[in-house]
């Protein structure tokens, strides 16, 4: 394992663009156009500072998380991706949003094993608290769900995956930070292949 001066926590600035658009490219290499755009991350740099977090190792990215606040009345039940993005414009960000909805959070390959992804939720629990919300939610993925997908449901995979019978990375990291699965949600993310358009609504 690589040795490590220094670990920070600082805001997602406009100018750390390039960084984060390699970043996606890297985490996720199974999904087609992975980034987010600049205008899309310039709305949420300037509408919720404090939601948009990078942590840095010895001055280099490597890894982000963002996050938007909502109304749970609108959607603590079943949604899409899509649909709590505002169609990925985060226009269903409001600033007396009840709820810290967890919209991205992603390690560089090369930084995994680190548990950044621990301190980048831990800062969300933190913000959570400071901002006197009523919790957590976001839609998380269930990659390799496709292995199985001809003989099991999502829900007895996912049933598999707390019984630590089946191995999942997100999800099993997810559980491991505390966070419940509730219920499942079809067609959450367009063109997910891996978790077949399903994820889990985690809290």
């Known amino acids: 394992m690589r040795e490590i001066d220094n670990i920070t926590l600082q805001f997602l600035k ?23 755009k600049e205008k ?3 709305v ?17 990215f490597a890894g982000c998380a963002l996050s938007i606040r909502v109304d749970s009345n609108r959607f603590d039940n079943k949604h899409t991706y899509k649909e709590v993005t505002g169609n990925y414009t ?17 390690i560089r390959p090369k930084f995994r094993g680190l548990r950044l992804g621990r301190r980048l939720y831990d800062y969300r629990k933190e913000l959570c608290e ?6 957590i ?15 099991i449901t999502p829900k007895e995979y996912i049933d598999r ?3 630590k019978e089946i191995h999942d990375p997100v999800l099993d990291f997810q559980m491991s930070n505390d ?10 993310l367009e063109g997910d292949k891996e978790s077949k358009e399903y994820a889990v609504l985690l809290e």
């Open 44 to 60: 949420l740099v300037e509408n919720f500072p404090e939601g948009q977090i990078v942590i840095m190792i010895d001055n280099e």
């Open 40 to 42: 899309q991350l310039k």
């Open 161 to 163: 995956v707390r019984r």
């Open 14 to 36: 406009l100018e750390d663009y390039g960084d984060l658009k390699q970043a996606m490219i890297e985490a996720y290499p199974n999904i087609p156009e992975p980034f987010w």
């Open 130 to 135: 400071r901002l006197n919300l009523k919790g």
């Open 90 to 106: 985060f226009n269903t960000h409001t600033p007396e949003g009840d709820i810290l909805y967890g919209i991205d959070i992603f």
């Open 179 to 188: 966070f419940h699965p509730t219920r499942i949600l079809r067609g959450y």
């Open 137 to 151: 939610l976001f839609g998380g993925r269930i990659p390799n769900y496709h292995k199985y997908s001809a003989e």
